[in-house]
């Protein structure tokens, strides 16, 4: 809004725009656009540090729905009488709030969501014990939205990788103003050529 106000005072509708006033024009959409990138380098970093600090005991127990039903998995006959095959369901109204933004799409886009709940549903019958699948099932869980940070959340940059891109842009540009100046003596020669040819 700030950057919209300022560029009211610039151009006033009906007025003529002069070439100066488009250069202020161009320069505020530039600081317009450095900062979003800041802003997106900043959240970048906010969920490289989330998830650094992320681990299946600080997903809170209290927002989940934990439930037990009889499994076919391995035990012997103690499956047919012992409910261990846990179910676990996180509504993601409760989930996303705690994630950062850039997680949101890909956590929606996991295979546990359920659309229609708005769950992410994970299920555990690998023991004949509710306490050890419950824990796999919040080992999953941490696993589904770490999976979703390496999807969105690119790993930073080291300063040799950085050093290489910024090696990479300046050969780049080297080579743009090298075509630019034959191009334009090019030009001149033809433009040299034909004024002689005419006398």
Same mark, same amino acid.
Request: charged share 25%.
């Given at each position: 809004?700030? $950057?919209? @106000?300022?560029?009211?005072?610039?151009?006033?509708?009906? %007025?003529?725009? *002069?070439?100066?006033?488009?250069?202020?024009?161009?320069?505020?959409?530039?600081? +317009?656009?450095?900062?979003?990138?800041?802003?997106?380098?900043?959240?970048?970093?906010?969920? +490289?540090?989330?998830?650094?600090?992320? &681990?299946?005991?600080?997903?809170?127990?209290?927002?989940?729905?934990?439930?037990?039903?009889?499994?076919?998995?391995?035990?012997?006959?103690?499956?047919?009488?012992?409910? %261990?095959?846990?179910?676990?369901?996180?509504?993601?109204? *409760?989930?996303?709030?705690?994630?950062?933004?850039?997680?949101?799409?890909?956590?929606? @886009?996991?295979? $546990? $969501?359920?659309? &229609?709940?708005? *769950?992410?549903?994970?299920? @555990?019958?690998? %023991?004949?014990?509710?306490?050890?699948?419950?824990?796999?099932?919040?080992? +999953?869980?941490?696993?589904?939205?770490?999976?979703?940070?390496?999807?969105?959340?690119?790993?930073?940059?080291?300063?040799?990788?950085?050093?290489?891109?910024?090696?990479?842009?300046? @050969?780049?540009?080297?080579?743009?103003?090298?075509?630019?100046?034959?191009?334009?003596?090019?030009?001149?020669?033809?433009?040299?050529?034909?004024?002689?040819?005419?006398?």
């Amino acid at each position: 809004m700030r $950057y919209n @106000a300022m560029l009211r005072h610039v151009i006033l509708p009906g %007025s003529t725009t *002069s070439s100066k006033s488009l250069c202020v024009t161009r320069a505020l959409a530039t600081k +317009r656009s450095t900062n979003a990138e800041e802003a997106d380098e900043a959240e970048l970093a906010a969920a +490289r540090k989330w998830l650094a600090n992320l &681990n299946p005991d600080t997903i809170p127990r209290n927002l989940c729905d934990i439930t037990f039903s009889r499994s076919s998995g391995p035990g012997g006959q103690n499956v047919n009488k012992v409910s %261990s095959k846990t179910t676990l369901r996180l509504p993601t109204t *409760s989930l996303l709030p705690l994630l950062p933004p850039l997680l949101h799409p890909a956590v929606l @886009a996991s295979r $546990y $969501y359920a659309p &229609n709940t708005s *769950s992410l549903v994970l299920q @555990a019958d690998e %023991s004949r014990k509710q306490g050890e699948n419950v824990t796999a099932c919040f080992r +999953r869980l941490h696993e589904v939205i770490l999976q979703a940070g390496r999807e969105v959340v690119p790993g930073e940059t080291s300063v040799e990788q950085r050093k290489r891109v910024e090696g990479l842009q300046k @050969a780049e540009a080297a080579g743009r103003r090298r075509m630019k100046e034959f191009q334009s003596k090019k030009k001149s020669a033809r433009r040299g050529g034909g004024g002689g040819r005419d006398e």
